[in-house]
């Protein structure tokens, strides 16, 4: 059995998405058929719980448009062009003993992923994007924002995505992850729902005040919680 999230779009200024888990058969194996059968078996037992349509938000998509979403493939405007979402997430890291490594802004999504600096570094203290540096909390804020920033000037192709009631990404593992691609498509229907997204992305300091109290609400930021408990406890 495998545990994945599906995210939904919760239309409110103060709680934007829900994360909801789904625990499902899980086809062991790395093969590409093998990831198509977890989607398939995810997206079944969602659809018991009332959770449908979904659309796969991954290269693995059998959707065109979850293939275009994927960080992978869809690209945001720099200085230096057009990167792609993962590249610039990953070369915008910084950690206690190096970075950002922004030669990785020109090589392709997997190749960047899979660069042996971004594990040899030590701990991840933030990101610096073409020296616009991000804090690690809000903890999918730089993330987020990369995303929403490419996807921004499609706004009225992307009303699509309200056709589907929530957002899937098989390889996505809560357990060892925290960004989301799935998650980000969720946060952008409530942010086009309200018609905040431009006011949102108008500034730095105007997104993270936004999306911080969203963020406290989700699942990966229980650990900022619990200590925020334990310090009023002491």
């Not at 990404?169 to 942010?191: G, H, M, V, W, Y």
């Amino acid at each position: 059995m495998a545990n994945r999230p599906v995210f939904i779009p919760l239309y409110k200024p103060e709680h934007l998405v829900d994360e909801v888990p789904i625990n499902f058969q899980w086809n062991s194996g790395f093969a590409e058929v093998q990831k198509k059968k977890n989607i398939v078996a995810l997206h079944d037992v969602a659809k018991s719980k009332g959770l449908f349509p979904l659309l796969e938000v991954s290269t693995k998509s059998d959707e065109k448009l979850g293939q275009r979403l994927s960080a992978f493939n869809l690209k945001i405007d720099s200085k230096i062009g057009q990167i792609t979402i993962e590249s610039a997430f990953q070369g915008s890291k910084v950690f206690k003993h190096g970075g950002p490594y922004t030669d990785i802004y020109k090589k392709d999504s997997r190749d960047a992923k899979r660069d042996e600096r971004l594990k040899q570094s030590g701990d991840l203290i933030g990101f610096n994007y073409f020296g616009q540096e991000w804090s690690l909390i809000p903890k999918t804020a730089f993330y987020d924002w990369l995303f929403l920033t490419a996807l921004q000037p499609h706004q009225e192709y992307l009303k699509r995505l309200f056709e589907y009631k929530g957002f899937t990404d098989i390889e996505f593992n809560p357990e060892k992850s925290i960004n989301c691609q799935a998650r980000t498509c969720a946060l952008l229907l409530s942010l086009l729902k309200l018609e905040l997204l431009n006011e949102v992305l108008e500034s730095q300091d105007s997104f993270i005040s936004f999306v911080l109290a969203d963020s406290l609400k989700q699942n990966h930021s229980l650990d900022i919680l619990q200590s925020q408990v334990f310090s009023v406890a002491l």
